[in-house]
Structure formats: structure tokens, C-alpha cells
């Protein structure tokens, strides 16, 4: 069974700080990760996605690392900012053209406090 | 920049009420999806379409019906509503459904069934 586990459940950090949020994942055949921002009250936004040959993505402060090998991803974020408070979702993709072949993480809850 | 729209946002149901979910896109994208988001639980895929007139059953569709009369619109449809029914349920949009697409996601609609 495709599989996408998160670590932390929660995180509360400091302004200015940096975090690393943790996705392992058991999706078979893979083809792609993407890492989604989703703020209180809104729907999942996308920040990066990786596929198979690709190991490092960044977008602005957030980057997404990908060890196909171990199947682990992490999701680094620097110089926290408040607007960073956010639940953080990976999600990976399976090699279906018909796309409902997502598998959704949990999701990591970061709060970031002044 | 619209994007996708659901309506309601908020909705309270007694159990045995049926309710449509209204969901619009207006990035022209062929593939529409419903999901609902349990707390602490990765979206599960509740029906998906590819194109006007076609919908296909995702992982969890009983107690669900949708339609798909235009590219645009992508109502879903409880019909006597369970308490198991009480969750967040997300509509989102992709352009042609493959994995490096991403998803557009509306910003939900919140529903408890009393």
C-alpha cells in the first residue's frame, strides 16, 4: 500500500530560525514529490516538486531535498517568518497518467512565534 | 485570478440531509478532483473527472455522487449525510492530470453533520 508518513507532527520555532521538515514515503512506481503549503482556513499551494533524477529544489527560503535510494525527502526552511506559520503537506506521485494516483502526507503543523 | 471557487465554506447538515458542494474553475483545466481532509489525515480522493462528461470513483467515494456537465463546474453530492461525512472537502484542478502538474486547489468547504 503507497504510503507517505511526516515528521514532525508539530513544530513551534522562533522567528529567524531554521527547521527541517521530514516525509518518507513507500509510493511505487515514483514518479514525482511535491511539497505543498497550506495556511489555516485555505487550500494546499504548491512550493516545489522533484522527480526521480532530481535531488535538491528551492523556492525562495524553502528547499526540498529528495534521496530517491532511501525514499526520504526533507523540506528546509531559513530565516523563519511569522507568514511561515503554516501546516506543510508532501505528497508524491505514482506513474498514472489518469492522476489519482496521489498520495497525501499528514502534514507537518509549524508554528512560527515572534 | 479566480482559480478555483467552492461554495459554501461553511455548512451544517442533520443527518439524513443531502447538500451539493459547488465547485468552478476558470483556468480552463480538464481534470477536477474532490477531496476531503480529515484532522491529521492526508487528502483522500473522493471522485475525479478528465473531462466534461466523465467522472471516475477515487479511494473513498461511497455517499458521494458528482457531475461533470461542463469543464468549469464539478458539483459533488451527499446524499443522506452521515456523521462520518463531517470533515473538510477540497476541490482542485489540473491541467491535463499528469504527475508534473500541479493541483489548484480551492479553499474548501467546512462541513459537520449533526
Known amino acids: 500500500k503507497n504510503q507517505v508518513e511526516q515528521s514532525p507532527q508539530s513544530l513551534i520555532i522562533l522567528e529567524g530560525k531554521n527547521c527541517t521538515l521530514q516525509c518518507n514515503y513507500t509510493v511505487s512506481p515514483f514518479s514525482n514529490l511535491r511539497w505543498y503549503k497550506q495556511d489555516t482556513g485555505r487550500g494546499p499551494v504548491s512550493l516545489t516538486i522533484?522527480?526521480?533524477?532530481?535531488n535538491t529544489k528551492s523556492n525562495g527560503r524553502y528547499t526540498a531535498t529528495l534521496d530517491a535510494d532511501t525514499k526520504q525527502s526533507s523540506l528546509h526552511i531559513t530565516a523563519s517568518q511569522l507568514s511561515d506559520s503554516a501546516s506543510y503537506i508532501c505528497?508524491?506521485?505514482?506513474?498514472?497518467?489518469?492522476?489519482?494516483?496521489?498520495?497525501f502526507g499528514g502534514g507537518t503543523r509549524l508554528m512560527v512565534k515572534p | 485570478n479566480a482559480g478555483v471557487t467552492q461554495t459554501p465554506k461553511f455548512r451544517i447538515l442533520k443527518i439524513g440531509q443531502s447538500m451539493t458542494l459547488q465547485c468552478t474553475q476558470d483556468m480552463n483545466h480538464n481534470y477536477m478532483y474532490w477531496y476531503r481532509q480529515d484532522p491529521g489525515m492526508g487528502l483522500k480522493l473522493i471522485y475525479y473527472?478528465?473531462?466534461?462528461?466523465?467522472?471516475d470513483k477515487g479511494e473513498v467515494p461511497n455517499g458521494y455522487n458528482v457531475s461533470r456537465s461542463t469543464t468549469e463546474d464539478f458539483p459533488l453530492r451527499l446524499e443522506l449525510a452521515a456523521p462520518s461525512q463531517t470533515s473538510v472537502y477540497f476541490c482542485?484542478?489540473?491541467?491535463?492530470?499528469?504527475?508534473?502538474?500541479?493541483?489548484?486547489f480551492g479553499d474548501g468547504t467546512r462541513l459537520s453533520i449533526l
Open positions: 505528497v508524491v506521485s505514482a506513474t498514472d497518467n489518469a492522476g489519482n494516483m496521489l498520495t
Open positions: 522533484m522527480t526521480f533524477s532530481e
Open positions: 473527472s478528465v473531462g466534461a462528461g466523465i467522472t
Open positions: 482542485a484542478s489540473s491541467y491535463n492530470g499528469r504527475p508534473n502538474q500541479p493541483q489548484h
